[in-house]
């Protein structure tokens, strides 16, 4: 490795381009030699500060109000169609008739299984666990990792329904999806089997064409709904999970 | 079904990333009035596309970097926005208590070589340099080839290193900035 060939791979190892052999190569030259070193300590430290740059220009909290405004606005135009008030009479009167024996039905796990893929935010796991606000790292989902599941959407859901509901569902390559759902104590799904995991008890098996585990953790319930895994597959992919959060 | 659902999650997804559209969008613009025009139109038409869309989106920022990429497009036609220049970044926000001179130049020196570079060299440092994409990722982003992402970034680099130099930037005075 000459020192024409070093400055072009420089910017490759920071950007984090280059294979181990020649990053091993390149960094071995640099070590021996002075005017690399400099340039790469150079380039490394213009990228630092661009980075504490240009990452310190943030949206002001006006342009988040006014990106909301603007789309609702855009729904608002819809409250005057004449069949929107006739729907909405119409849903009034129902909710008014049926409010005393079925309260708002709360969403079931499975429909939100299926809907939570347009929820994705991020495929950051940190991050989605962030904005949904339980405490999760990379190491609670290491098995799914293995099994080459990533985080594919997430979703809070507190109201209408006044109980908390959160979930990550993960997807791999063949398409295979399992949601990770997290509930208020006291959950619960009839007719399961048991099993031990952890010293836990996980709470499995199948209902129409899903399947579910569940099982009570210090502060909330955890449940697994997936139709492309059955139970016992799907308990193998959360066991650093279960005792754990 | 659930449209609620997705109203809300699109609000969320904005929350998550509006500062990275907002630093695309100032890249692009190169002032943050501007920016804020471009964000607000790339939010409403990513709104009306999420709206209608089934399938799903398999990396949410770069989809919203290519509605803003495209929206500056018809943006820059519409206002005739090509001369406008980069903005004076306020430098409070910067400032290092330890190194508050040294610290507020530099960047103020910064913000004027990035003026310098034509937009599309900026876009490209961002989006390596600060917001850490691969080079296969902005080729998709920026719809050119991986080759050609590599040899424009190192000019682009190359450039701003110049630029950095012209005013006296070498690794010490970087080191010292900090
Ligand atoms: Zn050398």
């Known amino acids: 490795m000459d020192c024409k060939n070093t400055e072009l791979y420089i910017d490759a190892i920071l950007d984090n381009e280059l294979s181990v052999k020649d990053n091993l190569e390149v960094l071995s030259h640099i070590r021996s030699c002075s005017d690399c070193k400099e340039k790469w300590d150079l380039n490394e430290e213009t990228r630092a500060e ?81 904005h949904i606000g339980i405490n999760l790292n990379k190491e609670h989902l290491s098995a799914f990792e293995e099994g080459m599941f990533s985080p594919h ?33 006291g959950y619960k799904i009839s007719n399961l089997n048991k099993t031990q995991v952890n010293g836990v008890t996980v709470h499995h098996g199948s209902k129409d064409d899903f399947h579910f585990a569940y099982w009570e953790s210090k502060v909330m319930d955890i449940a697994l709904v997936s139709q492309d895994l059955n139970p016992i597959e799907m308990i193998d992919l959360a066991e650093p999970l279960i005792n754990e959060v | 079904m659930f449209s609620w659902l997705k109203r809300k ?44 869309k089934h399938e799903e989106i398999k990396s949410p920022k770069a989809w919203l970097f290519k509605i803003l990429i495209n929206t500056h497009i018809d943006f820059t036609r519409k206002k005739h926005l090509s001369i406008v220049e980069l903005d004076t970044v306020d430098l409070e926000d910067q400032r290092d208590n330890s190194n508050v001179g040294d610290t507020a130049f530099f960047y103020k020196d910064l913000n004027e070589a990035l003026k310098e570079l034509r937009p599309e060299q900026r876009i490209l440092i961002y989006l390596a340099d600060v917001d850490e994409h691969s080079y296969k990722e902005i080729s998709e982003l920026l719809n050119i080839p991986i080759g050609t992402v590599m040899s424009r970034l190192y000019n682009a680099r190359q450039n701003l290193r110049k630029l950095l130099a012209k005013k006296g930037y070498t690794k010490e005075s970087l080191e010292v900035s900090r």
């Not at chain 1, 008014?96 to 079925?102: A, I, P, R």
């Open chain 2, 9 to 52: 999650s699109f609000e969320k997804l904005i929350q998550v990333h509006l500062d990275s559209l907002m630093q695309l969008a100032y890249m692009k613009c190169e002032n943050r009035e501007l920016a804020e025009d471009l964000v607000q139109e790339t939010c409403v038409k990513a709104y009306n596309s999420f709206l209608k």
């Open chain 1, 153 to 185: 959407g997430a979703v809070n859901i507190n109201r209408p329904f006044n109980k908390d509901i959160k979930m990550i569902t993960l997807k791999n390559d063949k398409g295979h999806k399992i949601s990770l759902c997290f509930l208020p104590k």
């Open chain 1, 50 to 130: 661009l980075k504490i740059f240009v990452g310190s220009i943030k949206a002001s909290k006006n342009l988040q109000k006014e990106i909301v405004k603007k789309n609702n606005y855009k729904n608002k135009r819809f409250y005057f169609r004449p069949a929107f008030i006739s729907a909405c009479m119409i849903l009034m009167l129902s909710i008014g008739f049926f409010f005393n024996y079925t309260y708002l039905q709360f969403p079931q796990l499975h429909e939100l299984h299926n809907v939570v893929d347009y929820q994705l935010i991020s495929n950051d796991i940190e991050l989605l666990s962030k």
